[in-house]
């Protein structure tokens, strides 16, 4: 089992930025790859940003390229997601996942344990 706790979320502006953390325990942190998903309301939970075991290997959606940026600590068995130039559009639940697997999936379905979340929002 793996546990994961988000934080970070709050309340922004627009132009603002936020990071958001999620710390792991549990099994091997670095076996993981992470992700970083987020569902807006009456909206499909979607891929935002995942990060290989070893940060080589990195992929985020466009909407948020140049904007945000995803990084992990693996002493420390935390991921991030730095968001700057936040947009309203960016407003959901935020949500960290791990996926037992070699590569970077976008799709919900190949992820093994997930947070609870944690709530952006961003104002005009």
């Known amino acids: 089992q793996v546990q994961l706790v988000e934080s970070g979320g709050g309340l922004v502006q627009a132009g603002d930025s936020l990071r958001l953390s999620c710390a792991a325990s549990?099994?091997?942190?670095?076996?993981?790859?992470m992700g970083w998903f987020r569902q807006a309301p009456g909206k499909e939970r979607e891929f935002v940003a995942g990060?290989?075991?070893?940060?080589?290997?990195?992929q985020m959606t466009d909407s948020v390229k140049g904007r945000f940026t995803i990084s992990r600590d693996n002493a420390k068995n935390t991921v991030n997601l730095q968001m700057n130039s936040l947009k309203p559009e960016d407003t959901a639940v935020y949500y960290c996942?791990?996926?037992?697997?070699?590569?970077?999936?976008?799709?919900?379905?190949?992820?093994?344990?997930w947070g609870q979340g944690t709530q952006v929002t961003v104002s005009s």
């Open positions: 996942a791990a996926a037992h697997r070699s590569a970077i999936f976008k799709t919900l379905r190949w992820y093994d344990y």
């Open positions: 549990g099994r091997t942190f670095n076996n993981y790859v």
């Open positions: 990060i290989s075991w070893n940060g080589d290997n990195i």
